[in-house]
């Protein structure tokens, strides 16, 4: 057996978990329209109608023939009413105008929709103010928005409520959507009590579950919260082996690193596939990936802003991968407030606020916390800035990338 690839540059790790996310992404379900959102669409989208599907006026007026109207004012013959609804084939002869609301189709014979407020009506006539009207005012044309046939929504692409929504404007009352994955999430320790309980001398709450349920809803899933991990080798391959056929995503946190207590890596070797174990990262080093039975594994180190780091960029890089996201997620940048130095050759993550200044510009003000554990300067955070590979000294006024998390 070769052992698996250990102290991964940063990207080398990252396409791994992308080839094997894309490698094994999950089936289509066919979703009604309102369960889409926020889903990634499975297959290309065609437009089934034009959109508009039929000229229609955009203001409530008189629809009429340009050439009708003179330089001063016109008076033109109420010929009589189109409302919003079923079309009914009226048709504007010449000296004629139609009442007309928006949304209304347009009248045969006319072009032009001359807004109300520019009118007079005197029983069946109206008269219209001088003013220069361009032919075609106020009117929508058939197919200006999206032609029938056309490619409006690619496979890959999140559903926003806008891209929803223009299905729900072509009459699709349904989408193919790729299936969600089911996530299991672990964490591990002798040393951890649910909040609620009674801490002994030694003891500390478990504060990463929460860490990482909030994570990952605020993704669009749905985890699981197992049982807390014990250090304990048989019971955590119980547990997992247990997870892993069941759920899509098993996620741990902790017992990944080199210690005595740090079951998972030999687990997984043992019973699954290791793709890779340790990367070249700080925070998140020990990070661990995987598969075992019918679930990816990512074994994230316990500290709380490893967690942070390793699921923001390889956690997210699974669930996305997955789903077969092939929208880019934004890559936001901001300008540093003060300098960031480091001499090892590791991919750095440090906690920033990150906000717009008075001309518009995105800063990032880092965080002075140093210590992967300092959950507080997370909260008070609302960012990681990516520091490169190798060593780095950058000024203030350089521009890094920045994974915003609030
Ligand atoms: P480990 O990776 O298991 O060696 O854990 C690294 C550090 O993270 C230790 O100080 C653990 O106590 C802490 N830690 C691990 N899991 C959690 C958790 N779920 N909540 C809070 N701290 C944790
Ligand atoms: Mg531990």
Not at 169 to 194: H, K, N, W, Y
Request: aromatic residues 4%; negative net charge.
């Amino acid at each position: 057996m070769t052992s698996p690839p250990t102290g991964l540059r940063f990207d080398d790790a990252l396409a791994i978990v992308r080839d094997v996310a894309v490698s094994h992404r999950l089936e289509t379900e066919t979703l009604a329209l309102s369960r889409t959102h926020g889903r990634i669409l499975a297959a290309d989208v065609h437009a089934p109608l034009s959109l508009p599907p039929f000229d229609n006026s955009a203001m409530d007026g008189f629809a009429l023939r340009h050439a009708d109207l003179q330089d001063g004012e016109t008076t033109l013959q109420l010929a009589g009413e189109q409302f919003a609804g079923r079309a009914l084939g009226l048709a504007v002869a010449p000296g004629q105008c139609l009442r007309i609301t928006t949304g209304a189709p347009m009248p045969a014979g006319a072009d032009t929709v001359v807004i109300k407020e520019n009118s007079r009506v005197d029983g069946d006539l109206v008269t219209f103010v001088a003013g220069a009207v361009p032919p075609g005012s106020n009117v929508r044309r058939a197919g200006e928005d999206v032609a029938a046939g056309e490619l409006v929504l690619r496979a890959g692409s999140l559903l926003t409520p806008a891209r929803v929504s223009l299905a729900a404007s072509m009459g699709l009352a349904s989408l193919p959507i790729v299936r969600r994955p089911t996530v299991a999430v672990f964490s591990s320790g002798d040393e951890l009590v649910e909040p609620g309980m009674a801490l002994a001398p030694g003891e500390i709450y478990d504060s990463n579950r929460e860490l990482l349920m909030g994570l990952l809803r605020a993704d669009g899933l749905e985890p699981t919260a197992w049982p807390r991990l014990p250090d304990d080798p048989k019971r955590v391959e119980i547990a997992l082996r247990d997870a892993a056929c069941a759920f899509d995503i098993v996620i741990t946190c902790g017992a990944v690193s080199a210690g005595e207590k740090d079951h998972i890596p030999a687990v997984l070797a043992q019973f699954g596939q290791t793709h890779f174990w340790k990367v070249k990262m700080k925070p998140g080093m020990p990070l661990l990936f995987g598969s075992l039975d019918q679930a990816r594994v990512l074994g994230l180190p316990g500290n709380p802003v490893s967690v942070f780091a390793t699921y923001l960029s390889f956690g997210r890089a699974l669930v996305d991968g997955l789903q077969g996201r092939s929208e880019a997620r934004l890559a936001e940048r901001a300008q540093l407030v003060a300098p960031v130095d480091k001499e090892h050759a590791r991919r750095e993550f440090i906690r920033a606020r990150v906000f717009c200044d008075d001309h518009g510009v995105l800063r990032a003000d880092p965080n002075p916390a140093t210590g992967s554990h300092r959950l507080r300067a997370v909260a008070d955070s609302n960012a990681l800035i990516v520091i490169p590979d190798g060593p780095q000294r950058l000024a203030a006024g350089e521009v890094v990338e920045v994974l915003r998390y609030a």
